[in-house]
């Protein structure tokens, strides 16, 4: 190859004309023995060859990584979907087992009402029988006492001057 | 996608990817872990990236992303960034390969290394990976014209820097 024609490639290459091709065509011939003149160029080419060269320097990586990809696999759509529906149920859960013992809380503060106090019917009878006539004593009571306000009714009949057929009269009417 | 395809399309570009975020790192350690950041992205992120047409571009994309991120949380943790990009590059080699290279090749990695951010994506992804300027610009996310200037630029600072210098003696 004349170093003519490599000359010329040269100076298209410094100012950035050169098609990849033709860069490739200068490092291979700056691969091989050059002139004299050339030798400072020739060791840039065969620097970026050299660099070209350079590998991921650690055998295991490949094994590395296929193992790192191995281990995000499981995080598909499949979990990704229990997992939201899991926190749906989670609330849910938190929600019923809240509204349960509340209630047996409730249960516990007032307790139910009914409740058999007697074991014997009799005996209950009797006490039944006892509390309804404390009761009606005292209804009696009140009675005898609330007959009394009936002289107010009298009296005040008389002060409008009227008898008391008349105004015994006028109840009925009304 | 499924992990036979992810096995052949997406995890052969490793090296390709890893190469990028150690250019913009300066570290093999943070650069491997982007790496595996990038391909278990793609991987969970397979069914939106289904009319992805380009996938090598498109992780080299994500790529760049984490790494810029990465270097900036590294700045603003004010952890010394120069003296730490020195050390890595050197402790990345073994003292086989150290013996190997070349001076030159130290001194144009350090050259590159010290180019201004977009030139030296650029310059990596064209004159060491082989990208056409279409690929670049969309692993970039710059027009044509950004990239054909940064591209410009940075190999001006190869010419001069380095061409120039060594042969001239200047």
Known sequence: MDSKHIEQLLEKYWNCDTSLEEEQHLREYFRGDVPESMNEVAEVFRYFDKQQKQQVNSPDFDAVVKKKIRQHRPEGKLVKMFYSYGRIAAGLLVVVAATYFVRQEVRKAYPPEIADTYSDPKLALEETKKALMMISKGFNKAHREASKIKAFNEAEVKIQGKTLEESEENEKKI | ?170
């Not at chain 2, 890893?18 to 982007?34: C, P, V, Y």
């Not at chain 2, 710059?142 to 010419?159: E, P």
């Open chain 2, 1 to 170: 996608m499924n992990l036979e395809t992810f096995e052949n399309r997406v995890l052969p570009t490793k090296n390709k990817l890893f190469r990028f975020a150690f250019r913009l790192l300066g570290s093999s350690e943070e650069a491997k872990d982007i790496v595996q950041e990038v391909l278990i992205k793609v991987w969970n992120g397979r069914e939106q990236m289904a009319e992805v047409q380009n996938m090598e571009a498109w992780c080299m994309r994500i790529t760049k992303n984490l790494s810029l991120d990465r270097l900036r949380s590294r700045q603003r943790r004010a952890t010394d960034p120069i003296e730490e990009g020195m050390e890595i590059r050197n402790e990345t080699l073994t003292p086989h390969e150290r013996t190997e290279i070349h001076e030159n090749m130290q001194r144009l990695n350090e050259m590159i290394a010290a180019l201004p951010e977009k030139q030296r994506q650029v310059i990596h992804l064209r004159d060491i990976e082989g990208y056409s300027y279409n690929e670049i610009c969309e692993i970039l996310e710059l027009d044509m014209n950004q990239v054909k200037v940064n591209l410009f630029r940075a190999r001006t600072a190869v010419r001069e820097k380095f061409v120039k210098i060594n042969a001239y003696g200047l």
